[in-house]
């Protein structure tokens, strides 16, 4: 079992810069491969970026366009997403979640970021 909690969420104004953080506790963290999702009310989840256990690959979803990079720190057992350039349209609820891509067996409760246009 793997608990997550997303920080670092908040308002924002369009071209600012967040950085959203993932803490994990119990199992562990370096054991698996992290991914954040977004979703806002009435529409699909959507995958934004993932990172493999070893750092060794990121991906990306289409909609980033290089503003925004994922990161991790297995040593303090923590994920991180920066967010660059932030337009209105990334307002959202933003989500870690860790395990075996794609499928991701452990969620957090995620954080909410909203941006100003």
């Known amino acids: 079992q793997v608990q997550l909690v997303e920080s670092g969420g908040g308002l924002a104004q369009a071209g600012d810069s967040l950085r959203l953080s993932c803490a994990a506790s119990?199992?562990?963290?370096?054991?698996?491969?992290v991914g954040w999702f977004r979703q806002v009310p009435g529409k699909e989840r959507e995958f934004v970026a993932g990172?493999?256990?070893?750092?060794?690959?990121?991906y990306y979803g289409a909609f980033v366009k290089g503003r925004f990079t994922i990161s991790r720190d297995n040593a303090k057992n923590t994920g991180y997403l920066q967010m660059n350039s932030l337009k209105h349209e990334d307002t959202a609820v933003y989500y870690c979640?860790?395990?075996?891509?794609?499928?991701?067996?452990?969620w957090g409760q995620g954080t909410q970021v909203t941006v100003s246009s």
């Open positions: 990172i493999t256990r070893d750092s060794g690959r990121e």
């Open positions: 119990g199992r562990t963290f370096s054991d698996y491969d």
């Open positions: 979640a860790a395990g075996a891509s794609p499928d991701y067996r452990y």
